[in-house]
Structure formats: C-alpha cells, structure tokens
DNA sequence: CGAGCACTTGATTACCGTCAAAAACAGTGG
DNA sequence: CCACTGTTTTTGACGGTAATCAAGTGCTCG
C-alpha cells in the first residue's frame, strides 16, 4: 500500500522529536527545571500528588486513564509548547507518559503560587492555558458523537495544527494507531480501515508506526466550489441549500476540505482497490 | 407505565426549579447583576462577543451548538451554583439556553479582571472553577466511549448529584429526552430504551417530561458483597478477580451502585414487561 | 375534549466491534 | 546484506449495538 523511500520515513519520524521551541508561555519562561523522559516511560501516574505542573520542550506527551473495563481511555496528546497536570486538584487524576523521548519544564506548583501572588499576568495565563484545555475538551466532546470516518479526519487535521504547524504538505504523527483508537472512542482495527478508506481516497499516505499526510498548502484560498465534491466524498451526500454548505465549511470536515486538497483529481471511490 | 401521582409530578417539577443558593462563589459574591430568563430563552449565542461570566442562581442552563448536519450537541448541562460562560475566548464558542426558568447573576468580565489584579483569591478561583470544569468534561470523555446504558446510568447518577444534592430518594430531572440524547450522543430511541431498561430493572420511575430517580439513601454504606450482582445486571457479567471489582467500584457504575439501592429485591430480568 | 407535542415501542438497517488471519515493518544476529 | 522473530498494522468475515424509520401511546394545555 505505501510506497514510501525509507529515507522519508527517517525524515517522518525525526520531525516530531527534534523540534523545540523557545517558551511560547512567557510567564513561566525561566521557572522549573527541566527534565528528560526516555519514549514510554511515564512523566506522571494517576493519583500522585499533584505538585508540578509541565511543559513540553520537545516531543509528544498523552494522558490517559484506564476504565473500568481495562480499556485505555487517552485524555489528550501534547506537543512542544503545550501545558499539561493542570488538573488543580490534590491528586493527578491522569497518568502523563512520552510516547517519544520527552524533554519538559517541570515547575513546582508553590512556586507559580508564589509568582501568582506578585504578578497578575501569571495568574491570567494559567487561566488561559486551563480555558484552551477545557476548549479542547469540548470540541473532542462535539467530535466523539460523530461517526468514525469524521473521528479519524478531525483528529488528522488537529494533529496537523498542533503538531506541527510550518509544514506545508508532510505531517508526521509519533502515536501509534492504538493511541489514535483510544483517544477517539474507537478500536484500532476501525482506525485503520479510515485510513485506508482517506488514502483509497487520495487523502493522505500511511505507513507503519507514522502516518504522513500529504497535504497541499491552500492558505485559505481554496476555491469554495469545488468543497462540493468533497463534501461528497466524506459524507456521501451533498449539501442541499447553501446554508447547509456554509455551515459545513466551518465545521471540522470543512476545514477539512481546506486543508486536504481533495477537491482536484482523483474523485471519491473511483480508485481501484491495491 | 408510570403511575405517579400528579402530586408526585407537581412536587417533582419544583424541585429543579424553586432551589435558590447563597451564592456558593464568594468571591464573585456581590458584584454584578441578576437577570431572569424565561424558559426556553437564549441567554448567550454562539459567537456573541463573550465579555460576561454567568452563575446560576436558580434554574437550569444548557450549552450548545449546532453541528455541521444540523444535529444540536449539548456541551454541559449548568445548575445552581455553577459557572459557564468561562471559554475565555474573544467569543463565546457555545449558545447557552434556559431549560427552566432561570435567575443568573452576569458578571462583566473586565470588573472580573480588575478584581484579579487586587485580590489573589479571585484568580484563583476562577482557576478552580475553569479547573472543575475541565474534569467534568474529561469525565464525559470517557464516558462517550462507553454502550449506551452506560451512558444513560452515568448521566442519571451525575445530574442526580448535581442537581439535587439534598434529597434522598426522590430527584426530578429538568431537561427533555432530546436534550439527555444530544448529550450523551444518542439518539432520542435509545435514550427512552435505555430507562425503560432501567425501570424495568426497578431502579427509577420514568414519566413524562420529568424523570424521578427512585434512590435509597446509602451513605456509603452499601454492602459491596452485594455489588457483584448489581455488576452482573448491568454488564451482563460479574468480576472476573478482586482487582476487578475494586477498580469497578471506583467507576460510574460502581457510584452507581452505591446510590441506586438495586442490589436487593428485584434481581435484573426478572420482571415480566408491562 | 381535541390538538399538538413528548415519549415509547417495534421492525429494519447500518455501522462499528470482535475475532481471526495475513501482511508490513523494526530490530537482532548471523 | 539477509534471514529470523516479534510487534504493529491491515484486511476480512461475522455479530451486536445503536440509528433509522414508522406507528402508537401518554401528557399538557387551550
């Protein structure tokens, strides 16, 4: 199915653990120590004390909890810059484990307490950070109530936002298609017959252990006309008022269509299959 | 099926309604001003310009928005005491609706802001009210990857808690069917199926337009000898090892268990249909 | 009492989970 | 470099759960 040089596999996979990031959180810049992790192994577990908050210099976090039946349920996936252990209660309600080789700012929560107390603009960006957490949260509630295939394409364009923003058309995901399945409700096997069904499609190009996308650089210029077609594609069926239309190219498979150049070319379906 | 009383349902439907609180926030205590919406009545749209916060004093609030087909996604339900409004985005991401009629205190945000910068306090509990609301939302993310019934237990025990902490056996439900459906991401059918099954089972009593938990005051002081059986009825299988039942105590069920009073009496199945 | 809405129930369908096997891949040692 | 091994992923067949479609019942209110 792929046909991959291995050589951009190596370039693949060394693009989400090299990149660092001079402090995106400027308040907490110069607080903390920083702290290496080797990939696994796990940063915090669930129900220890709460007393650090960490930030990702390099590499790829996940959080997650097991349920009561055994399964493992990934809470959230964090990347150079982001913020995880905001919890704010005594005892971490979620394990932290480096799905690559970690390098994080570990801060004592007294001390950003302290920092609290002396400057205000701390305490905004904390909030800050604990609101674009709990936004998060919520769109993934709006996703997890969708069907698989919109599951998976939403999950791929955040990954492809988050993860690294300044590549234009080669995207590397470091989780494995079982961090993928736990994180959205779904089971591995699922998660992979969607790839397969986007890269029947023309969308992207999987392979083992990273996924890359390919993806045209639109920079919002893609032509509104041909969003249609795929519309068609993803969903099966078309918009029928132009209301409807619009409304879509605002929700996840419309941004979608913007980044995906799915609009030219190949059409949905008329691939034959491997 | 049901046969309550009108005087049950009267009672039932005032309870959501007439609860007031001394305002549970201190810090936000006293400032702003209280409004009263009318059932049914938006009190904030999605991409308004978000420059309030919002406490409930009475009633119910509901958060939403549209998605792409056209399907209403409820993002959390507000009672009471609790704070929404709190995206601290430029604009609010969510509608926000009055299920009940409904008193809520606005608070502008810049007043808010200003009380940050002279009292630590206020900051920080904003934190933990953003902080709160953050796990509820990871609650609920576990919760959608679960079956349906699940689902609709979870959500009964949660509103129960929330909406109601004071009674004991009786608790009245202020939203509709389609409202519990598009938050739990199941379609009206399954909703109703879910409670008959559980009516069935004995462990509520269903009516129109108001739901009516049948809840023995446990205390904590549920036999968990006697939990196995409540686990077999609604899993459809006992715990395999002691871990299991520890870990299955500690899950939404397991809370389940210990507030619906179903593992005595009536075993699951054994009632005849209507 | 009748109209309209909310809810329940039943029959059928479709999607996704489960089970099973094969293929692709990484790492190791020769 | 290649064969071997264990892991990860893909693919297929099948079954179960929940969605859809369609009546039917119960509740509220004019």
Same mark, same amino acid.
């Given at each position: 199915?792929?046909?991959?040089?291995?050589?951009?596999?190596?370039?693949?996979?060394?693009?989400?653990?090299?990149?660092?990031?001079?402090?995106?959180?400027?308040?907490?810049?110069?607080?903390?120590?920083?702290?290496?992790?080797?990939?696994?192994?796990?940063?915090?577990?669930?129900?220890?004390?709460?007393?650090?908050?960490?930030?990702?210099?390099?590499?790829?976090?996940?959080?997650?909890?097991?349920?009561?039946?055994?399964?493992?349920?990934?809470?959230?996936?964090?990347?150079?810059?982001?913020?995880?252990?905001?919890?704010?209660?005594?005892?971490?309600?979620?394990?932290?484990?480096?799905?690559?080789?970690?390098?994080?700012?570990?801060?004592?929560?007294?001390?950003?307490?302290?920092?609290?107390?002396?400057?205000?603009?701390?305490?905004?960006?904390?909030?800050? /950070? #604990?609101?674009? &957490?709990?936004?998060?949260?919520?769109?993934?509630? =709006?996703?997890?109530?969708?069907?698989?295939? %919109? +599951?998976?394409?939403?999950?791929?364009?955040?990954?492809?936002?988050?993860?690294?923003?300044?590549?234009?058309?080669?995207?590397?995901?470091?989780?494995?298609?079982?961090?993928?399945?736990?994180?959205?409700?779904?089971?591995?096997?699922?998660?992979?017959?969607?790839?397969?069904?986007?890269?029947?499609?023309?969308?992207?190009?999987?392979?083992?252990?990273?996924?890359?996308?390919?993806?045209?650089?639109?920079?919002?210029?893609?032509?509104?006309?041909?969003?249609?077609?795929?519309?068609?594609?993803?969903?099966?069926?078309?918009?029928?008022?132009?209301?409807?239309?619009?409304?879509? /190219? #605002?929700?996840? &498979?419309?941004?979608?269509?913007?980044?995906?150049? =799915?609009?030219?070319?190949?059409?949905?379906? %008329? +691939?034959?299959?491997?």
């Amino acid at each position: 199915m792929s046909n991959l040089t291995s050589d951009t596999k190596r370039q693949t996979l060394r693009a989400g653990d090299d990149k660092e990031h001079s402090c995106r959180n400027a308040s907490i810049a110069g607080v903390g120590i920083v702290r290496s992790y080797a990939r696994k192994s796990q940063i915090v577990r669930e129900n220890d004390l709460a007393e650090h908050i960490y930030e990702v210099i390099s590499g790829t976090v996940c959080t997650w909890k097991m349920s009561s039946d055994g399964r493992r349920q990934i809470a959230g996936f964090y990347f150079a810059g982001d913020v995880f252990g905001l919890e704010n209660a005594k005892n971490h309600s979620l394990t932290a484990q480096a799905i690559t080789a970690v390098k994080v700012r570990v801060v004592k929560k007294q001390v950003l307490n302290a920092l609290v107390s002396s400057d205000v603009k701390v305490a905004q960006q904390l909030l800050s /950070l #604990t609101a674009v &957490e709990l936004a998060r949260q919520q769109e993934l509630h =709006l996703l997890l109530c969708r069907p698989a295939l %919109e +599951r998976v394409i939403h999950f791929l364009i955040d990954m492809a936002q988050r993860s690294c923003p300044n590549e234009d058309d080669l995207i590397a995901l470091p989780m494995h298609r079982q961090d993928i399945a736990d994180y959205l409700g779904l089971t591995i096997e699922t998660v992979s017959r969607m790839l397969s069904e986007l890269e029947r499609r023309g969308a992207i190009k999987s392979n083992y252990r990273s996924i890359v996308l390919y993806i045209k650089s639109t920079n919002g210029r893609t032509p509104i006309k041909k969003l249609g077609d795929f519309f068609e594609g993803v969903k099966g069926r078309r918009p029928k008022t132009d209301q409807e239309l619009n409304e879509w /190219l #605002t929700s996840p &498979e419309g941004k979608a269509a913007t980044l995906f150049d =799915l609009t030219s070319g190949s059409r949905w379906g %008329e +691939r034959a299959r491997s």
